[in-house]
């Protein structure tokens, strides 16, 4: 079964006959661009799961999930930026507590991985 990322590449192979003849249209650019940022996100997801560290360390396993955490917090801000509100309704009730939400679940586990000791993890 083909997955996001493999999908996403063979679009972007498509676009080689239009971009080596020079022939995309504005069109086709952003598209070609969007196709871009979108692997390049799930490249850089699927290499941070390559690089988990398989220790003990918490100070290594610390570093890396909060880069982990970096990765998916601009992520999501990027298509929170990029989508706007759902549906281009007007915010109502429950769009700015989603957001306060979103917003307030990244730093909680920002702390708790700051203040891991190491005893949350199995040896």
């Known amino acids: 079964m083909a997955t996001y990322l493999d999908e996403y590449r063979n679009r ?3 676009f080689a006959p239009l971009l080596q003849a ?3 249209t504005l069109g086709d650019t952003m598209v070609y661009q969007e196709l871009l940022y979108r692997i390049q996100v ?10 988990a560290p398989v220790t003990t360390d918490t100070r290594e396993l610390v570093c890396h999930y909060q880069l ?18 759902p549906n281009g309704r007007p915010p109502g009730k429950t769009w700015p507590k989603l ?18 000791t190491g005893r949350a993890f199995p040896p």
């Open 12 to 14: 972007k192979l498509s």
């Open 22 to 24: 020079g022939k995309m």
């Open 99 to 116: 957001w306060r939400t979103a917003g307030s679940a990244f730093p909680a586990s920002r702390r708790k991985a700051r203040s891991s």
């Open 68 to 85: 982990v955490d970096a990765v998916l917090f601009c992520a999501g801000k990027e298509h929170a930026r990029r989508r706007g509100r």
């Open 42 to 51: 799930l490249e850089t997801c699927q290499m941070l799961c390559k690089t």
